[in-house]
């Protein structure tokens, strides 16, 4: 009694041999009884035509996917996305918005938004942006990637290497006029701010 292929096989001569299975990752999508190979089609991740039995099933490079078995090409992610160096991506969701922008790619026509200025994104995946640390800007620029993006302002100093650094006012008979990693500064001999913290100018020595 002779049996038909089971599912992922196919076999396209009369005679006594076996049926052939699929090459790797592709396979009939249930279909039973197959007779030429092309019914073998590249799963999800991968893709290629099967013409022969020597052609073969290719994973999606990284930052891009592919989400149904067939023989369709894989799709590029949206700007500003990727996969993370990660290839044979099967879904859209594997697309991850980079670090300075952020959002959740859950259909095809959704983008990654760039971070705005004073916030950032330091790794890819985020839904959205961090704020930086108090007292502190990215000076107006937007898409920052790092914490260290931030710099404390006038009348603060600190240096911002991670999310829980802090800028630290600067303390009486002290001013810092600049955004930036520098110190505060002194105020001249025989001066001083009169007990006030965080001055932001020379002129506030008296």
């Known amino acids: 009694q002779c049996a038909e292929c089971v599912a992922d096989t196919y076999k396209g001569d009369s005679g006594p041999q076996d049926c052939t299975s699929c090459t790797n990752n ?5 279909v039973v009884a197959q007779m030429v190979v092309s019914s073998c089609m590249c799963d999800r991740g991968y893709f290629g035509t099967l013409n022969t039995a020597e052609d073969t099933c290719m994973a999606c490079p990284a930052d891009e996917y592919k989400d149904a078995t067939g023989t369709a ?11 993370v160096g990660v290839s044979g991506s099967d879904s859209l969701a594997d697309c991850l918005c980079e670090p300075g922008f952020y959002g959740y790619l859950d259909t095809a026509d959704a983008t ?11 790794i890819s995946g985020q839904w959205e942006c961090s704020n930086c640390t108090a007292h502190s800007t990215t000076q107006g620029l937007n898409g920052m990637t790092a914490a260290s993006d931030c710099y404390c302002d006038p009348g603060y100093q600190g240096l911002l290497n991670t999310a829980t650094d802090q800028c630290h006012e600067c303390g009486a008979d002290k001013y810092k006029a600049s955004i930036g990693i520098i110190d505060c500064n002194d105020c001249v001999a025989n001066a001083g701010t009169n007990g006030t ?3 932001v100018a ?3 020595c008296l």
């Open 26 to 30: 592709a396979g009939t999508v249930g």
């Open 73 to 83: 090409e894989c799709v590029r992610c949206a700007s500003h996305s990727g996969t």
């Open 112 to 122: 990654c938004l760039q971070c705005g200025a004073d916030t950032y994104t330091d």
């Open 197 to 199: 913290t965080n001055a």
């Open 202 to 204: 020379t002129s506030q």
